[in-house]
């Protein structure tokens, strides 16, 4: 039997908390785990509960979502975190993202949108809102200003990037491609170095934007 998906939610208003804890209670397959009113406190309750998934609202009090995202993500780069807020705005979108987050979620969807994405973060899979979606896809679709990389990955590296993009654990990749996990976290880091990117969730842009997987692709 598989364990309950963890969820810290972290949001500044305690109406929208209750509201979320009670639409995941019905779920038997999440739990939540955690509540924190802001980003400093969030930094805080991820690292006392170790949740699987983050719900991260983006303004707040103290510090915003977007450096709490930030912060996170550098001190746990495995954090799998859902933006869900009410701004779709690009200041807001873009940054979130490339912070770390890997979906981005408006209060107004449908609560089966909720889950559905909890889940598919949870599985380490890029997920977006469709009218954010789009906007994704055109930032993706503009002319890089400079060259991304000067130095240009091994046949092996590109392999290892796509399943990455998908969302598939680094266990997994080296289960797939008969390699020793540890030698899947050098490639990964060779991959992030010679793309200059922060984290995983810019190698999945980096991905989409070269064609090399698609938001269609599954893990």
């Known amino acids: 039997m598989n364990l309950p998906i963890r969820v810290l939610i972290v949001d500044d208003h305690p109406v929208v908390r209750k509201g979320i804890k009670t639409l995941l209670g019905e779920e038997k397959d999440l739990e939540v785990v955690g509540e924190a009113v802001n980003g400093r406190d969030a930094l805080e309750k991820v690292e006392a509960l170790q949740p699987d998934v983050i719900l991260m609202d983006l303004v707040m009090p103290e510090m915003s979502g977007i450096e709490a995202i930030e912060r996170i993500t550098a001190a746990h780069p495995e954090a799998r975190i859902l933006v869900m807020t009410s701004f779709a705005a690009d200041d807001k979108v873009f940054p979130s993202i490339k912070a770390g987050a890997l979906g981005y979620l408006l209060k107004d969807s449908d609560p089966e949108d909720l889950i559905r994405m909890i889940h598919q973060v949870a599985r380490g899979e890029l997920s977006i809102h469709p009218s954010i979606a ?64 922060a984290n995983r969730v810019q190698a999945t842009l980096y991905a989409l934007r070269t064609g090399l997987t698609t938001l269609d692709d599954e893990s």
């Open 134 to 197: 789009r906007k994704v896809i055109q930032e993706l679709n503009r002319p890089p200003e400079e060259p991304l990389t000067p130095s240009p990955l091994t046949e092996r590296e590109v392999e290892i990037l796509q399943l990455l993009a998908q969302g598939v654990e680094n266990k997994e990749i080296a289960r797939r491609l008969v390699l020793r996990e540890a030698t899947v976290r050098t490639h990964v880091s060779n991959i992030l170095g010679k793309l200059q990117l």
